[in-house]
Nanobody, 124 residues
Framework: QVQLVESGGGLVQAGGSLRLSCAASGRTFNSYIMAWFRQVPGKEREFVACIRWSGGSTAYADSVKGRFTISRDNAKNMVYLQMNSLQVEDTAVYYC?????????????????WGQGTQVTVSS
């Protein structure tokens, strides 16, 4: 089993920046895809970004392209989400997720392991 622990959430003003971190347990994630999802009360969890552990290929939701950047540190088993130009609409609980496979899926049911989530609140 993979254990994921998010950190870095908090309160930030619109236009500001925040970086989320996800610590992943395990020996190696070379065959894994890591992702960030977010969810607000009453709505379905939605895809934000994902990255292929080996090679670093990335994919983003249209709503965050140009503002968010996903990255990973292979040596530290860490995944990051750099969020710039934050908007009120970005307010949500952000979750780190992992799947073992080749395809960078954007659906929640494609990921087997999830972190506990970290709250991001953007004020106007």
């Amino acid at each position: 089993q993979v254990q994921l622990v998010e950190s870095g959430g908090g309160l930030v003003q619109a236009g500001g920046s925040l970086r989320l971190s996800c610590a992943a347990s395990g020996r190696t994630f070379n065959s894994y895809i890591m992702a960030w999802f977010r969810q607000v009360p009453g709505k379905e969890r939605e895809f934000v970004a994902c990255i292929r552990w080996s090679g670093g290929s990335t994919a983003y939701a249209d709503s965050v392209k140009g503002r968010f950047t996903i990255s990973r540190d292979n040596a530290k088993n860490m995944v990051y989400l750099q969020m710039n130009s934050l908007q009120v609409e970005d307010t949500a609980v952000y979750y780190c997720a992992a799947r073992r496979g080749e395809v960078m899926l954007t659906t929640t049911n494609g990921y087997a392991d999830w972190g506990q989530g970290t709250q991001v609140t953007v004020s106007s």
